[in-house]
């Protein structure tokens, strides 16, 4: 296999507006003609056909250039084609896979990167049995043969929107196909392709990599894809917000509490959100060096559960600590804290009544269903008021680990005890001991309530209920 020599039977011309079009490599089914964007695939016969119509380009923040060459581990790479996706059901978030090609031993790999992970997986064309579409759940093992025991993290639907380049089979763009995510131990992943039910699925493992393996043409090191803005104007009341991070979906203006969505690079607005009934300890955009590495407080949700009639709320800070560090969280309840940092899934062995990290056994605390009552601020997921997430602690040596569950994604986070002294790295006055407070109202019935809520507290300080967590984690929990 040599490069910049391209065989005849890779030359083909687009059956849809008659330009030139080449397969880039042996294994490349289809190609994005450049001029028409039509999807042109190699059929069975040795013909082309032409199956659908890519949509011009989206402006995501890219990952690896288009085209671009380098060194992965000493190995030479071309980057020869790139998808765009989203999930189906919940345009406006679109990401980017970029497929890279390496011409010694004529194979690609799919490279992807989100909150502050590189994520790389190749085709298995000689899958072990793999479970049907629907036959698996969030947070169930699945045996991959040799590439061993993982866990289902995710469940969803997507589409493609758009793409460039030679690639190898990829879906009809537009067409629902379905994928189920898996991890494994030691940043192992992977992704079982349903597609759209009419072939059989297939795999992708690989694992999260170190990006400093990977070396762009003229040395140029893999960076995290830059943030597309800094700050963006409230569509609402004209504030400037401050947009910390590549990865943010929504944004809640907190001075008129506007939700906009942020994807498209402007902020175009949803609707109102209701203000909280106090405001953030940890003023939004503050910044501080924390345990070793600086963060921005991006975001401040309040959230709620209900055990036997009452309410328990408890109040997290959300940091970005840059795109290579990713997302951790401060949570504050009763004026307890904790610092919650994610798990990999696929680390986690969960018996149900217990798990397994690191070699220590955690066992289960307590389990509630945890509401989102009030945002504001910043996030990487489509935060919504009133979405739910079934939480359950797990308490061992060093702090508690965090299950997170929706019906379609389990996420694990570590939450360790904070000192409120440390809290002063963000440039704030010691904190005050906070109480729980309850869901909205006017000022007058929420003093009712925060009476209410303090007595409440006050009998059952010794009460469970010490806390839900979030999505202290690697994927969006929520509504996708
Ligand atoms: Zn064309
Ligand atoms: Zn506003």
Not at 125 to 145: A, E, I, R, T
Request: aromatic share 10%; net charge negative; with cysteine.
């Amino acid at each position: 296999m040599m490069r910049s020599v391209v065989n005849l039977d890779r030359q083909a011309t687009c059956p849809s507006c008659g330009a030139g079009v080449i397969f880039k490599f042996a294994g490349a089914r289809s190609v994005v003609c450049e001029y028409c964007k039509s999807v042109v695939v190699r059929s069975d016969k040795g013909g082309v056909e032409a199956q659908g119509r890519m949509a011009d380009l989206l402006e995501v923040p890219s990952t690896m250039p288009y085209g671009s060459e380098g060194k992965w581990s000493g190995e030479w790479f071309e980057v020869t084609g790139r998808v765009q996706m989203d999930r189906a059901g919940a345009p406006g978030a679109p990401w980017e896979e970029m497929l890279i090609w390496f011409p010694r031993e004529d194979r690609t790999t799919w490279v992807a990167y989100a909150q502050g992970r590189w994520y790389a997986t190749t085709e298995d064309k000689n899958p072990p049995p793999l479970p049907p579409q629907g036959s698996l759940n969030v947070g169930q093992q699945v045996d991959l043969g040799q590439h061993g025991l993982f866990v289902v993290q995710e469940i969803g639907q997507r589409r493609v929107v758009s793409g460039q380049g030679s690639l190898p089979n990829v879906p009809k763009p537009g067409v629902v196909t379905h994928y189920i995510d898996v991890s494994g131990p030691q940043g192992a992943f992977g992704t079982i392709d349903y597609g759209d039910g009419t072939e059989p699925p297939a795999l992708y493992v690989g694992r999260i990599f170190d990006p400093n393996t990977v070396e762009l043409e003229g040395g140029m090191p893999l960076e995290a894809p830059e943030a597309k803005v800094t700050s963006a104007e409230c569509p609402n009341c004209g504030a400037s917000l401050p947009i910390a991070s590549s990865s943010a979906q929504r944004v809640v203006c907190q001075y008129c509490g506007t939700a906009s969505d942020i994807t498209s690079g402007t902020l175009s607005a949803l609707g109102p959100a209701p203000r909280p009934p106090i405001e953030p300890y940890l003023p939004m955009g503050a910044r501080g060096n924390f345990r070793g590495t600086d963060y921005v407080v991006t975001g401040f949700v309040i959230r709620s559960c209900v055990v036997e009639g009452i309410t328990y709320s408890w109040r997290e800070y959300l940091l970005f600590g840059g795109d290579k560090v990713g997302y951790r969280w401060l949570m504050e309840e009763d004026g307890n804290w904790q610092f919650i940092e994610p798990i990999e899934t696929g680390n986690v062995m969960d018996s149900g009544n217990g798990v397994m990290l690191g070699g220590n056994q955690y066992t289960w605390k307590q389990q509630v269903m945890a509401s989102v009552d009030y945002v504001i601020g910043e996030f990487y997921w489509r935060v919504e008021i009133g979405e739910m997430v079934e939480a359950t602690e797990f308490v061992g040596p060093g702090g508690k680990v965090s299950r997170e569950k929706t019906p379609t994604e389990v996420n694990y986070s570590f939450g360790t005890p904070v000192d409120p002294s440390e809290l002063q790295a963000f440039g704030v006055a010691p904190p005050p001991t906070m109480m729980g407070s309850s869901s909205g109202g006017s000022s007058s019935t929420m003093i009712i309530i925060i009476v209410i809520i303090i007595i409440c507290c006050l009998i059952l300080a010794m009460s469970d209920c010490s806390g839900g967590s979030s999505t202290y984690g690697g994927g969006s929990t929520w509504g996708k």
